[in-house]
């Protein structure tokens, strides 16, 4: 007998499973090119969704369902929120573009952005590594079919293709390390996972390699070097409204999952998992910021970016296990990357917004040397698009920097040796990060326009793009209230 609480933990999944097949079955009726009925009933039940979660999250509980299998506390239940506003946010800003391209014959893009969201709301949730395991499966057979849903274009299923097949070998190294984990502890599930090696009864080899291949996994899933090779295809090659699909919510479902595999279940092999991904942070920042400089595809350019922009969470992480047990150190450092990664898929998703606009039918706007000008064409779109870039760049007053400042200061704060010098390594890779994205503006504010049109978008776009262009500025003039309710939800995890 499956009782009440359990329900309650998931109902919002429930919803939205539900509603996915009923889009699906209404769409089949639906005959305008813009699929209106559609689009509508799926921002009404992504919108109801978000308020489910929302309220889960704000009356603070900790609620472990389905016999331990599910877990709903703070920390899920507000990144499965901002997921959610996320994809909704994406099929505003991509709409317009699928019907200029033909991918709205169908319901597909509505779909099986919905079945993406419900992988990654089960990742979020998971307490299981089987359950984790089915939401990332769900998450990532949603992203290929997305890849490549315009059918036509070879380079869509060229990229889809690529992001298959390394996305099949990053799954099995993640299920192979799981299985490991699962011999060694006897358990799938992660709080006996977390008792079984806090006893110190099991051979500390066997946990280190099934650990490797666990941290493997999750490093493709963040696109952390050296496990970033289908980033920059993909980005390139997918549609841009797909390409924001799979680069923004999807960061908050893995950033999750990391917290869920290595903290939740893995805290007493820290000192092991640092060091990867203190590497993998390393090779992140390094290859990101350089190899995005050499770029002239802004899709491609920005593809390096995230690179870098993960390498920055992958440090959060680390520094959150290196005082003892300083609860409030190590809330901090935790909190500093999960606030990193919230404002960095904000900052994404207004700046693919930007270049879904400027991508009319028939051209795509995908080269640096298409912004030439945008100042002169549409000073509104511009300025929201230089917001975004001095965000990524980590300049001030803009949220992006704020979120750099949260993550150098809890690994200054670690009182660390080595951990002080990767943060000045850290500020040396966003100088030279800073190039790449100052030259962009140039173009855009300094270089004469490819054309004299201006840009014509549709009004419930450009009310997303406002907001979302002017949330990247307020937050990081007041980053006070995202930042709390991160450290809040943080503090919750680690104390259940």
């Known amino acids: 007998m499956i009782d009440k609480l359990s329900w309650i933990a998931v109902y919002p999944d429930i919803v939205l499973l539900v509603m996915a097949c009923v889009i699906a079955l209404l769409d089949l009726g639906v005959k305008s090119t813009l699929r209106g009925m559609t689009y509508l009933l799926t921002l009404l039940t992504l919108a109801i969704v978000a308020y489910m979660q929302a309220d889960l999250a704000l009356t603070g509980t900790t609620i472990y369902a389905f016999g331990n299998m599910v877990v709903s506390d703070a920390m899920g239940n507000w990144l499965k929120c901002f997921a959610t506003i996320a994809v909704m946010v994406t099929l505003v800003y991509g709409r317009s573009y699928a019907a200029h391209r033909d991918m709205l014959r169908g319901g597909e893009l509505f779909t099986l952005s919905i079945f993406a969201l419900l992988g990654m709301s089960v990742m979020i949730s998971g307490n299981n590594l089987l359950v984790i395991y089915m939401g990332l499966e769900l998450l990532t057979l949603s992203s290929y079919a997305?890849?490549?849903?315009?059918r036509d274009n070879g380079t869509a299923t060229?990229?889809?293709?690529?992001?298959?097949?390394?996305g099949a070998m990053a799954s099995g190294f993640l299920l192979y390390g799981m299985s490991m984990l699962y011999g060694a502890t006897g358990s799938l599930d992660i709080t006996a996972i977390f008792k079984a090696i806090s006893s110190g009864q099991i051979r500390h080899q066997v946990l280190v390699f099934g650990l490797v291949f666990i941290v493997s996994g999750l490093a493709f899933k963040l696109?952390?070097?050296?496990?970033?090779?289908?980033i920059p295809d993909v980005y390139q090659g997918a549609p841009t409204a797909i390409t924001l699909m799979i680069g923004g919510a999807p960061k908050l479902a893995a950033f999750a999952m990391t917290m869920r595999l290595l903290v939740e279940g893995m805290l007493p092999l820290a000192v092991d998992w640092q060091q990867m991904l203190m590497l993998l942070a390393v090779g992140s920042l390094l290859v990101g910021n350089l190899a995005a400089i050499a770029q002239t595809n802004v899709k491609r350019m920005l593809a390096f970016s995230t690179i870098s922009q993960m390498g920055f969470v992958l440090l959060g992480i680390t520094s959150g296990v290196v005082n003892g047990d300083a609860l409030t150190l190590t809330a901090n450092a935790y909190s500093s990357a999960m606030f990193y990664v919230i404002t960095y898929v904000l900052t994404t998703l207004a700046s693919f917004g930007v270049l879904l606009l400027l991508s009319q039918e028939g051209f795509e706007s995908e080269e640096i040397a298409d912004l030439a000008g945008l100042n002169q064409r549409s000073?509104?779109?511009a300025g929201v698009m230089a917001v975004c870039l001095l965000s990524l760049a980590g300049i001030p007053p803009m949220v992006g920097f704020y979120a750099k400042f949260a993550v150098l200061q809890a690994l200054v704060?670690?009182?660390q040796g080595f951990q002080l010098a990767i943060a000045v390594f850290a500020v040396l890779m966003s100088l030279i990060g800073a190039f790449y994205y100052l030259r962009v503006i140039k173009v855009m504010y300094f270089d004469e326009p490819i054309t004299a049109s201006s840009v014509v978008a549709p009004l419930d776009v450009r009310i997303v793009l406002c907001v979302n262009g002017g949330l990247v500025l307020v937050l990081?003039?007041?980053?006070s209230g995202l930042l709390a309710l991160c450290g809040a939800a943080i503090r919750q995890m680690l104390g259940t």
């Open 379 to 381: 000073p509104l779109y």
């Open 476 to 479: 990081g003039l007041f980053p």
């Open 223 to 230: 696109g952390a070097v050296p496990f970033h090779m289908w």
């Open 413 to 415: 704060a670690s009182g």
């Open 146 to 150: 997305l890849v490549a849903l315009r």
């Open 158 to 166: 060229e990229a889809a293709m690529k992001y298959f097949v390394l």
